[in-house]
């Protein structure tokens, strides 16, 4: 190799590919690339960072010398423009370029903003916020220290419910906005959302649901939301969280194939042989249904990372598929939910146990399990999650199963087996 391996990200699943290069032997040089003028940090430690108002070190979860110890060129506020897979090379949106033998792309996602603001040019950048990128939540603790008291959050997804637990922790008075008839609306089905609804208003934490913010308006800057039932809701910080959109807009006219986000083959691969994706901005197949989709979540990134690595040290490891898992720890409650997304795809028959405040729900589809949601106590999650990777036929074990009957479900299995 010449030039090395170039990376684009510096978020879990590229710091995972360089971190396992070295690990493994990779002697060659290794540049990452981040538009963010911070070192390597993990998003899902943003809420921390918030909440200790920038005092914790956690949100560097590799360590502050990550790039240092691990012998790598990152360059901070380094923005890729364009990629050239002809040329092997990149170009940053300030002109200058960068060759590479191989090229991951790691460029993670972004918050997807359907709601404009109807007030001056460029004013909703003032107190119109997300919670996408450590950039995104420096801008908004900036606002929390001058005084802001008062949050919308638009979106009751795992990311607004955070960010919602989070700014009431540090004394906001926050509300939430949601379309849908429940929070966590992907994840998890009314009867699962309901014990954590009342949790949430339990913290002061007001939500609006079977509700869509439609329009900012404002004089100056975005003062308030208009929603569809007519109010209009007045607060100074208003923070989207409206889902995400993987970050390709720079592949425009590169010739790399994407749909929702790059495109893949099993090996993490796009349809440049030297130049791999991997993390949120890769669309890659659901383990349990089969449909093809980036699998937005930490454990997946790291994975598709670490595999990307192997492969361009010449490994040939396949990826066997995402798979949606989600264990909200904010709510004081155990809770997980695992398996195709709720709209991803119907259940045959949804199984149901409810008790002392333990709520469990297997949907299952051919005879297999789907997904399973979890509230209360969490235990059987590893044999629920391996029932459900190893595709076994449950038919006869469901009822156990549901109702926690754990040995009754063992004994069955080792007399049927798989
Ligand atoms: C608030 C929050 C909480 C979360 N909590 C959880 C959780 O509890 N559990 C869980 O499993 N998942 C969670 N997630 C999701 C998880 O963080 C992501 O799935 C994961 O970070 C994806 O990693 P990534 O490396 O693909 O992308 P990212 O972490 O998004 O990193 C992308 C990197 O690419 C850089 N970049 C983008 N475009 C360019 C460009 N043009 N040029 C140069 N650099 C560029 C960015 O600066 C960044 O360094 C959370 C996400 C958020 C936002």
Redesign the pocket.
Same mark, same amino acid.
């Given at each position: 190799m010449n030039h090395g391996v170039l990376i684009? =990200?510096? &978020?879990?699943? =590229?710091?995972n590919t360089a971190e396992t290069l070295r690990k493994f032997g990779c002697k060659e040089k290794i540049t990452m690339?981040?538009?963010?003028p911070f070192p390597?940090y !993990?998003?899902?430690l #943003?809420?921390n960072y918030l909440e200790t108002r920038g005092a914790s070190d956690l949100i560097f979860w590799k360590g502050r010398d990550f790039c240092k110890d691990f012998d790598i060129d990152c360059k901070t506020s380094?923005?890729? &423009?364009k990629v050239e897979p002809k040329r092997n090379r990149i170009v940053l949106t300030d002109g200058r370029f960068l060759e590479y033998d191989y090229l991951v792309i790691? !460029?993670? !996602?972004e918050m997807w903003i359907p709601i404009k603001c109807e007030c001056p040019a460029d004013a909703e950048k003032e107190n119109y916020y997300n919670?996408? !990128?450590l950039t995104a939540v420096s801008k908004l603790l900036k606002e929390v220290e001058k005084g802001a008291d008062k949050a919308v959050i638009i979106g009751a997804g795992? +990311?607004g419910m955070? +960010?919602a637990i989070t700014l009431r922790r540090i004394g906001l008075s926050v509300l939430v906005v949601e379309m849908m008839d429940r929070i966590l609306p992907r994840m998890i089905t009314r009867d699962i959302a309901e014990p954590l609804e009342s949790i949430v208003r339990d913290m002061g934490i007001e939500l609006l649901l079977n509700r869509k913010g439609e329009l900012l308006k404002g004089r100056e800057t975005a003062e308030e939301l208009l929603i569809s039932d007519g109010t209009l809701i007045k607060a100074n910080l208003f923070i989207a969280a409206t889902g995400i959109k993987p970050?390709i807009s720079?592949l425009a006219g590169s010739g790399i194939q994407t749909q929702k986000g790059i495109r893949v083959n099993s090996f993490l691969q796009t349809n440049f042989s030297t130049i791999f994706a &991997? &993390?949120?901005?890769a669309e890659v197949p659901d383990f349990v249904t089969g449909n093809i989709y980036p699998h937005?979540?930490?454990?997946?990134?790291v994975k598709q990372?670490q595999i990307i690595a192997f492969n361009i040290l010449g490994e040939n490891v396949h990826y066997d598929g995402g798979l949606n #898992?989600?264990s909200?720890y904010h709510f004081n409650l155990p809770m997980i939910s695992e398996g195709a997304m709720i709209a991803e795809e119907k259940a045959d028959e949804e199984l149901f146990f409810s008790r002392n405040n333990v709520i469990r729900k297997i949907g299952i589809k051919d005879g297999k399990i789907l997904r399973f949601e979890l509230v209360g106590d969490k235990e059987g999650a590893g044999l629920l999650h391996t029932l459900m990777t190893q595709k076994r036929d449950v038919s006869r074990i469901k009822d156990a199963l549901v109702t926690k009957k754990y040995n009754q479900a063992r004994h069955f299995m080792s007399i049927f087996g798989p």
């Open positions: 684009i =990200g510096t &978020g879990p699943a =590229g710091v690339l981040s538009k963010e390597p !993990s998003p899902p #943003m809420a380094a923005e890729v &423009g790691a !460029s993670g !996602s919670f996408k !990128s795992f +990311i955070e +960010i970050n720079f &991997g &993390g949120d901005v937005a979540i930490y454990p997946e990134a990372g #898992m989600n909200l």
